[in-house]
């Protein structure tokens, strides 16, 4: 029984994989604190979504959107009629796993007295990377405006939900321009 248990472990370790991290799933959006998503990032909260486009795509977006001169930090704009600040940060997140099974293959070819010079060497370890978008939003006080207890976090989420929405959903960013003229 003993030894029926030990077979089933080995063989259940060998053919898997161990990660050794994860990218999040983020559906839609989240808020949370942009430093505990990334720590390159702000201690303040941030608006995070998962970026399914080409790199430097949403600077595009916002920049054509807004006419700005290429500008990807302290991006001036209006919410309600109230003036903010937005940050934009693009960063990626990966998922690292270890798989033994073509090490295994590696070591009995080895053992086997097959010059395989780790054939299968580049399946040793796998990485699936994630793209996301971070928005930090500041008050003209310096008060962040994502925060929980902001009295105008409800509009702001609205706001740079539709932000993202129209992100996703444009192919021509010149579009977006003309429906900010309407």
Known sequence: MVRLFLYFCVVAVSTSCIPLSFAPNIK???VKI???????????YGFI??????????????????QLPGIDRKIPLWIDKKPYIMNVYERSRATNTVNFVPFIFDLVL??????????????????????FIIITLTDLNGQDALMPD???????????????????NTVNYM???????K
């Open 28 to 30: 839609t959006d989240k």
């Open 34 to 44: 942009a430093k505990r998503f990334k720590r390159d990032l702000p201690k303040r």
């Open 49 to 66: 979504f998962e970026d399914p486009k080409e790199a430097d795509e949403f600077y595009t977006f916002i920049n054509t959107k807004y």
């Open 110 to 131: 080895s053992n086997k007295g097959v010059e395989s010079h780790g054939f299968f060497s580049s399946f040793y370890s796998s990485r699936w990377e994630k793209w």
């Open 150 to 168: 902001y009295k105008e976090q409800n509009a702001n989420l609205t706001f740079l939900r539709n932000l993202q929405k129209e992100y996703l």
């Open 175 to 181: 579009e977006a321009y003309f429906r900010t003229k």
